[in-house]
Nanobody, 120 residues
Framework: QVRLVESGGGLAQPGGSMRLSCSASGTDFRIYVLGWYRQAPGKQRELVAV?????????ADSVKGRFTISRDGDKDTDTVHLQMNNLKFEDTAVYYC????????????WGQGTQVTVSS
């Protein structure tokens, strides 16, 4: 059974930076697409950034140029990172790690979520 465990998150000021990580385990092969989604209060969950095992990526327009997704490790230590720079108030949301999706939509595997709050 796939297990996705997020770390990072917390409180940051506008213009600040934060790094999220998600470790995947419980698979026989590396998950092709891993990535991040977020859900703000009263809004639908949305794609933030995703990455394949070959390094292809897709970003939401709202985070392009500010967020960078990366990935390292092997099948047993597969970890995806989200470096978030120049944070804005509107980045406040619960961020969820997701696996087994595509570059354009989520898969069935979700992490528990981590809160990111941007506030002055």
């Amino acid at each position: 059974q796939v297990r996705l465990v997020e770390s990072g998150g917390g409180l940051a000021q506008p213009g600040g930076s934060m790094r999220l990580s998600c470790s995947a385990s419980g698979t026989d092969f590396r998950i092709y697409v891993l990535g991040w989604y977020r859900q703000a209060p009263g809004k639908q969950r949305e794609l933030v950034a995703v990455i394949t095992t070959t390094g292809s990526t897709n970003y939401a327009d709202s985070v392009k140029g500010r967020f960078t997704i990366s990935r390292d490790g092997d099948k047993d230590t597969d970890t995806v990172h989200l470096q978030m720079n120049n944070l804005k108030f509107e980045d406040t949301a619960v961020y969820y790690c997701n696996g087994h999706g595509s570059l354009y939509g989520p898969g069935s595997s979700w992490g528990q979520g981590t809160q990111v709050t941007v506030s002055s």
